[in-house]
Structures are given as C-alpha cells and as structure tokens.
C-alpha cells in the first residue's frame, strides 16, 4: 500500500461479511471506501450499508463509491479486499484487474475454502497476497441491511511470494493489521494461514 494520505480500498463482494469488513476497515481516518455491490446495489448506493452490531452497534456507512464493477472505478487501489464466494477465482481474479498496480496493490482475500489464492498469484505474480479465515457471524436479512452477532475473530496471514522480498511483504501485511486495529476488530496474524483454512473447512462440514 502506498504512503499517500489516502488509502485507497477497494471491498469486492459486498454480502454480509464484506460489508462487516468494508465498515471495519472505513473506520480507519486514512480510508477511502470503493464497495463493488451486485444484487444489493441499489439499496446500499440509495441508504448506505446499514449495520446492527452486537460488538459495535448501529452504524450507517456511506462509501465514496459504490459501483456495480470494478471497471467502473477507473483506478488502481492500494488494498483489494476480495470477500465474493470463491466459486469462480479465475474470473474474480479477471474482474479486479483493472484497480490492480501490481507493485503498490495488495490483496486480501476473506473467503472459506482452500487454494483460493493460487488463481490471483497466477494473475499477480508481483502482488502481495494475504489470505484470510473468519469466523464472523453476519447476516442481511435484506439488502442492504446487515446484522453482526458477537462471534467476531479473523486470522491473517501472508501467501508466501519466493519471487517478492520477504520484508517488503511483511510491510504490507504490518499495514492491513494497522488498519484492522483501527476499526477495532478482532484479530490475529498467523505464521501459516492454510492450517486456519483447513480448520475452518472441516468445522464448516461438522
């Protein structure tokens, strides 16, 4: 991420976990908030992301924009926070394209699943990857609305880049920890990120 007095995010996939990031991240003062929205667009670019809280209580987000795509930003970003369902990550990695730099970018993926990186390392090869496990409970009972229960926990942790420079990697991933921090969240930074993602996908099927 760059030093600018921005920081520029970009949430992609805006369902209840990404809007309960999108928030947490637009908490930070440097923030300036992108949400790429499908079928609750209307609502959120009309009312704004609207959250019920247990941990944080009621909250109206207004972004600077909110866009049906990526495309339509028109700009690179400095943090990409991909929280979409990892159904197809050829075709999300090809959707984000255009708002990648890959030396100033970084990456943040909040899905369930594993492998989920690999199709965005493929796409980025010099982009810096931090994959990430939540164990938030959240909610839209309907669009645009969100509810968070108190469940709250993320654990984060870089995608190993050989080709990149380890402490150049561990700079961006010191930055997306500050911003967390700042929204007051929840969360861990973990040496090895896929033991989490297999965890979490056995107590997904238990």
């Given at each position: 991420?760059?030093?600018?007095?921005?920081?520029?995010?970009?949430?992609?996939?805006?369902?209840?976990?990404?809007?309960?990031?999108?928030?947490?991240?637009?908490?930070a003062?440097?923030?300036?908030?992108?949400?790429v929205?499908?079928?609750?667009?209307s609502?959120?670019?009309?009312?704004?992301?609207?959250?019920?809280?247990?941990s944080?209580?009621?909250?109206?987000?207004a972004?600077?924009?909110?866009?049906?795509?990526?495309?339509?930003?028109?700009?690179?970003?400095?943090?990409?926070?991909?929280?979409?369902?990892?159904?197809?990550?050829?075709?999300?990695?090809?959707?984000?394209?255009?708002?990648?730099?890959e030396?100033?970018?970084?990456?943040?993926?909040?899905q369930?699943?594993v492998?989920?990186?690999?199709?965005?390392?493929?796409?980025?090869?010099?982009?810096?990857?931090?994959?990430?496990?939540?164990?938030?409970?959240?909610?839209?009972?309907?669009?645009?609305?969100f509810?968070?229960?108190?469940s709250?926990?993320?654990?984060?942790?870089l995608?190993?880049?050989?080709?990149?420079?380890?402490?150049?990697?561990?700079?961006?991933?010191?930055?997306?920890?500050?911003?967390?921090?700042?929204?007051?969240?929840?969360?861990?930074?973990?040496?090895?990120?896929?033991?989490?993602?297999?965890?979490?996908?056995?107590?997904?099927?238990?």
């Amino acid at each position: 991420m760059s030093a600018a007095k921005h920081i520029d995010v970009l949430v992609y996939g805006l369902g209840a976990i990404g809007s309960f990031y999108a928030f947490i991240l637009n908490r930070a003062p440097t923030v300036r908030l992108t949400v790429v929205a499908r079928s609750n667009f209307s609502a959120v670019k009309e009312r704004g992301i609207v959250l019920n809280s247990e941990s944080h209580g009621r909250h109206i987000i207004a972004p600077s924009k909110v866009l049906r795509t990526v495309a339509e930003a028109g700009q690179k970003f400095d943090l990409i926070v991909c929280a979409n369902k990892a159904l197809d990550q050829d075709a999300s990695a090809a959707q984000i394209a255009p708002a990648v730099d890959e030396e100033r970018t970084t990456i943040a993926i909040i899905q369930n699943g594993v492998g989920n990186e690999e199709s965005f390392r493929i796409r980025f090869p010099r982009t810096t990857i931090i994959s990430c496990v939540t164990w938030t409970a959240a909610t839209q009972p309907e669009p645009g609305q969100f509810e968070q229960i108190k469940s709250e926990d993320l654990q984060i942790g870089l995608y190993p880049n050989r080709d990149l420079d380890s402490k150049s990697e561990q700079v961006k991933l010191n930055r997306f920890s500050a911003l967390l921090r700042q929204g007051n969240t929840v969360f861990n930074v973990v040496p090895d990120i896929q033991v989490l993602r297999w965890e979490k996908v056995v107590w997904n099927v238990a």
